[in-house]
């Protein structure tokens, strides 16, 4: 049977997107809407829509912003995961934010690439020891055939805490963009929509048709 959802029907109109309002680095305005997603405590405001693609093939992931920095955004996982496999295979990714309440919507596309040992290290021991012993009992992405296996591991781990060290593959990852789609609901389906490319190191402003 066919599920219509026709009639679901929002309006927006919150707030607007003007050419002359826009900063000249793309990070200041995703900082700006980043904030207010934190102080409005918008449901998981950092989780991101982490898309990446193996053989023409693009597979999405949700996982948590960690940090941002002057030119990337930083998320952890397991490297050995299938969005790690996939990313060492071909760093193009994107990422995709969706702030549903404020009628906002942020693409950004680039180039993943690992950060430092040390900052994966110091980012893994600031977590509670229950997630790093998951972290170590977990081969994300990995068959298994039921749970068994993998809370006797984790519960090894809590009993042993001095076991308890980051896996040479779990860290950090970082995506440099160098394409940003500021979406913002408007009246009538007119929506705001600029966009950000980076080329020759400098960022050039469009906009875009909704
Ligand atoms: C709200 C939420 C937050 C998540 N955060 C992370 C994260 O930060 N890192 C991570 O590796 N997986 C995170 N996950 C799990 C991933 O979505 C995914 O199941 C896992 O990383 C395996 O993906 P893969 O097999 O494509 O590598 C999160 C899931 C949800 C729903």
């Given at each position: 049977?066919?599920q219509?959802?026709?009639?679901?029907?929002?309006?927006?109109?919150k707030?607007?997107?003007?050419?002359?309002?826009?900063?000249?680095n793309?990070?200041?305005?995703?900082?700006?809407?980043?904030?207010?997603?934190?102080?409005d405590?918008?449901?998981?405001?950092?989780a991101?829509?982490?898309?990446?693609?193996?053989?023409n093939r693009?597979?999405?992931r949700?996982?948590?912003?960690?940090?941002?920095e002057q030119?990337?955004?930083?998320?952890?996982?397991?490297?050995?995961?299938?969005?790690?496999?996939?990313i060492?295979?071909?760093?193009?990714a994107s990422?995709?934010?969706?702030?549903p309440?404020?009628?906002?919507q942020i693409?950004i596309?680039?180039q993943?690439?690992?950060?430092s040992?040390?900052?994966?290290?110091?980012?893994?021991?600031s977590r509670?020891?229950?997630?790093?012993a998951?972290?170590?009992?977990s081969?994300?992405s990995?068959k298994?055939?039921?749970?068994t296996?993998?809370i006797?591991?984790?519960?090894?781990?809590l009993?042993?805490?001095?076991?308890?060290?980051?896996?040479?593959?779990?860290?950090?990852y970082?995506?440099k963009?160098?394409?940003?789609e500021f979406?913002q609901?408007?009246?009538?389906?007119?929506?705001?929509?600029?966009i950000y490319e980076?080329?020759m190191q400098k960022?050039?402003?469009?906009?875009l048709s909704?």
């Amino acid at each position: 049977m066919t599920q219509s959802y026709h009639h679901i029907r929002q309006n927006y109109g919150k707030s607007g997107l003007v050419e002359k309002d826009m900063p000249e680095n793309p990070f200041v305005l995703f900082q700006y809407w980043f904030d207010q997603a934190l102080k409005d405590e918008l449901p998981d405001a950092n989780a991101l829509v982490l898309s990446t693609v193996y053989q023409n093939r693009p597979s999405s992931r949700i996982v948590l912003l960690k940090a941002v920095e002057q030119d990337s955004l930083v998320f952890f996982t397991n490297y050995n995961s299938r969005k790690g496999r996939e990313i060492e295979n071909n760093p193009q990714a994107s990422i995709l934010f969706f702030w549903p309440q404020h009628e906002r919507q942020i693409r950004i596309e680039g180039q993943v690439e690992r950060i430092s040992d040390e900052q994966s290290e110091s980012y893994f021991v600031s977590r509670p020891l229950e997630s790093q012993a998951a972290a170590i009992a977990s081969e994300q992405s990995e068959k298994i055939k039921d749970k068994t296996a993998l809370i006797r591991s984790y519960e090894h781990l809590l009993k042993h805490v001095e076991l308890i060290r980051r896996p040479a593959h779990w860290g950090g990852y970082q995506l440099k963009p160098d394409y940003f789609e500021f979406w913002q609901g408007g009246t009538h389906r007119l929506h705001d929509r600029i966009i950000y490319e980076k080329l020759m190191q400098k960022w050039q402003i469009s906009r875009l048709s909704p």
